[in-house]
């Protein structure tokens, strides 16, 4: 089936290690998202890509980074970890449409980030 | 930009009773709106969305929603929940750029 793979599932880092998680879909999606969501909270919106353009949340700390190589993979970088960094962090695509973004985000498992 | 307001944080009910889960937004633009379910350690699932057309939507397990442009409002409805409800929901909205959710809404189904 189709769909938007996130790996790990569970990654523990220690505090101020870099970290990398990763995300892949064969959705064919030109539109891929990452989202940050704490405990009882929404998703956050980090950034998202519209093919190569990466468009950052304004909010969104320097310490986070993201890399998109092809269509299929994003990536997203944490530099320099903290204990507030400690999230579930969400992968999403859509379809873009080729211009505004309107139809519905696909969304992967989730990757659980604990810092130590 | 749009934003989302889920006016309900917790929402307990009775097993095979109906329910109500609120959500306004505001939007300067035409809106898109959708209701994602999420449950324990998972990613979100789509229930149901608006695009276009008739207000009254139909999602999966029974639920559906009603977009209300006067009111700005899109609430989430169920006739008969089950235990296997219990998860939470979150409200969206798209305009022409990203997604932004609501705080979400834990409905706790209880027997």
Redesign the interface.
Known sequence: DAM?I?NPRYQVTQFGKPVTLSCSQTLNHNVM?WYQQKS????K?LF?YYDKDF?NEADTPDNFQSRRPNTSFCFLDIRSPGLGDAA?Y?C?T?RGQGG???????????T?LTVV | AQSVTQLDSQVPVFEEAPVELRCNYSSSVSVYLFWYVQYPNQGLQLLLKYLSGSTLVKGINGFEAEFNKSQTSFHLRKPSVHISDTAEYFCAVSDSNDMRFGAGTRLTVKP
């Not at chain 1, 009882?40 to 998703?43: F, L, M, N």
């Not at chain 1, 139809?103 to 989730?110: D, I, K, S, V």
């Open positions: 938007v996130q998202y009882s909270q929404a998703p919106l998202h468009n579930m969400l999403a859509s505004p973004i309107r139809t519905e985000a696909f969304f992967g498992q989730g659980r």
